[in-house]
């Protein structure tokens, strides 16, 4: 007895796992699950935890073992799906962000998106100019320290918060004073609005790049926002087509093609290349459940999508949730008092840290900033060609913020490179960096997107660097392109030479298949005496009986006579 309820209990513990997730306040949710649980209902426990009821904006996002993000299917296994062996690790990410925050029925759905579009500022995803920097932290350090207090907050006291990947003690001082002299008396609540409406208006609002590369080997982060699809290189944006005309999204292992119809009938196909097929294939299912999201006025509207022109090739997939109109109506009905938020203090965390933790402008001397600064552009470009597709931009030109990977010193970015929390796994949180591909980067980077400093560095380092020392520079850079291009060349061609051979298998498969259901209609028609009115009606034909009479019936006994001379033959022997 007692054996039998110690094996009934390890088997009940075998079909149990445990699941931690990150919330968007770094909190973490831990729950145990059934083995073959789906997708839904652990979000829907997630939801219950927060008392979210405008969920569909958002979405559980995990890093599998090969460091390539996803985002978790509500339709499907949870353990299927990871890859991995429990416990299971994820985190609540905003995944379509609302066109409009204000119109947002509930508060605690505006505060979780206050918390992403936090996120994406420090992250360095969300691209603003510095006036609009300073005016954003300014909401962030009214909505979670209030106002100003003298005897509370000391002189730099902004210094001691982190809001973007890098900032000046300028930009410090003019944070602060925005805080003391034009946010006074702001509620927390009104302070969150104002920031997201704030965010609603630049470029980048819900942007979330994945980094691919151009027809010219040129770096480039693709993204899908609100509004549509996006382009950006360096730190600007050099396409934008709008979910009306974006018609149709392909993909062909690492190959990602963008069909759009623009003004007057013009057709345009932008083509773009992933660093590996599985990210070029998330980054296509992120465009079908953008586009079904934001573009069509029903969720009975969604259709089964293929990746391909072929019905026998590619994926497929569909997206099953709501889309955003249905969304709104459904937000429209909710009626009940507005759930308690418990707002986190602005304490030092994993994904905001002390300024303490990273070095600002003006700690580094103006003479070194530029060796610094290529060192630090080294360990990003090696990042660019990783699995991730949380990016780590170029430096940024004029008045854009810079990139996060700037805080990390010239020793740091030539070993190892942090990537953003946005890929969360405690044990996975260091990418190392491919030494070969950082070398192979940087000159056409360089060249490509500028000088890759500041504009008072450059001036400062312009004296003692001649021009002919940049050409030599980037005509070494070029030599070494081609040469790391002609010794990856046999293996592009073996893999072009497979995906050929795996092609004309496929096509051959199929056609063997198709004549083999050809072949097995024409036995029902000629040998069954199945009374089936279509058969009947094919059996009545002209055409039907003259090939049955002069080809069917002599081929028939032309194959009898074939298998008994085998089987006489076999007998014999």
Excluded at 135 to 159: F, M, N, R, T, V
Excluded at 394 to 409: A, C, E, L, W, Y
Excluded at 528 to 541: E, N
């Amino acid at each position: 007895m007692l054996s039998r309820l110690m094996s009934s209990s390890i088997r009940s513990l075998d079909r149990e796992c445990n699941c931690t997730v990150r919330l968007l306040d770094d909190s973490e949710y831990t729950c145990t699950i059934q083995r073959d649980a789906k997708g839904q209902y652990l979000f829907d426990l997630i939801c219950h935890h927060l008392n979210l009821l405008e969920k569909d904006y958002f979405g559980i996002r995990y890093v599998d073992p090969d460091k390539q993000r996803h985002w978790l299917e509500f339709s499907k296994s949870i353990s299927k799906q990871m890859k991995t062996q429990p416990p299971f690790t994820m985190c609540l990410r905003v995944k379509f962000y609302p066109p409009d925050p204000a119109a947002l029925k509930e508060e605690i759905t505006r505060y979780l998106v206050f918390l992403q579009v936090k996120r994406d500022l420090y992250h360095g995803r969300l691209l603003c100019k510095t006036s609009d920097a300073a005016l954003l932290a300014a909401y962030i350090l009214q909505a979670e320290i209030g106002d100003y207090d003298p005897g509370k907050h000391p002189e730099g006291y902004c210094s001691k918060f982190q809001f973007f990947p890098k900032h000046s003690e300028k930009l410090e001082r003019r944070i602060a004073d925005i805080h003391k002299t034009e946010l006074i008396g702001q509620s927390p609540e009104t302070s969150e609005l104002n920031f997201l409406q704030k965010a609603q208006m630049l470029e980048t609002y819900g942007v979330d790049p994945h980094p691919c590369k151009d027809v010219s080997g040129n770096p480039a982060f693709l993204a899908f926002t609100p509004f549509g699809f996006t382009v950006l290189q360096g730190n600007r944006r050099v396409h934008f087509l709008k979910w009306d005309e974006v018609t149709k999204l392909k993909f062909e292992a690492k190959t990602f093609h963008i069909y759009a119809n623009q003004k007057e009938d013009r057709k345009i196909i932008l083509t773009y290349f992933a660093p590996t097929p599985e990210a070029c294939k998330h980054l296509w299912k992120c465009g079908v459940e953008n586009q079904a999201f934001f573009k069509l006025e029903k969720s009975s509207q969604v259709r089964t999508v293929s990746s391909s022109n072929l019905f026998f090739k590619g994926s497929r997939f569909r997206y099953s949730g709501k889309v955003a109109k249905e969304v709104m109506e459904q937000s429209a009905k909710i009626k009940r008092d507005p759930p308690e938020i418990h707002r986190a203090g602005m304490v030092p965390s994993r994904s905001c840290p002390s300024i303490t933790h990273g070095p600002r402008l003006t700690s580094v001397p103006r003479t070194r900033r530029r060796a610094v600064h290529i060192s630090i552009m080294e360990g990003l470009e090696s990042l660019r060609d990783s699995a991730h597709s949380t990016p780590v931009r170029s430096v940024s030109h004029g008045d854009f913020m810079p990139s996060r990977g700037q805080m990390m010193d010239g020793s740091e970015a030539s070993t190892s490179a942090v990537i953003s929390d946005e890929a969360y796994s405690p044990s996975d949180s260091v990418l190392p960096t491919p030494v070969a591909e950082r070398g192979m980067e940087m000159p056409l980077d360089r060249h490509h997107n500028g000088s890759t400093c500041s504009v008072d560095e450059e001036q400062d380092s312009g004296a003692g660097t001649s021009k002919e020392g940049k050409a030599a520079e980037f005509r070494l850079g070029r030599r070494a392109l081609r040469m790391v291009r002609s010794r990856q060349s046999p293996q592009s061609d073996a893999e072009e030479l497979n995906k050929f051979i795996l092609s004309v298998l496929r096509l051959f498969l199929v056609t063997i298949g198709l004549l083999f259901a050809l072949l097995l209609l024409l036995i029902m028609l000629t040998e069954s005496d199945l009374d089936i009115a279509f058969l009947r009606d094919i059996r009545k034909t002209p055409e039907f009986q003259q090939f049955h009479f002069e080809y069917f019936c002599p081929l028939r006994r032309w194959f009898a006579c074939k298998l008994r001379w085998m089987g006489g033959f076999l007998i014999s022997k």
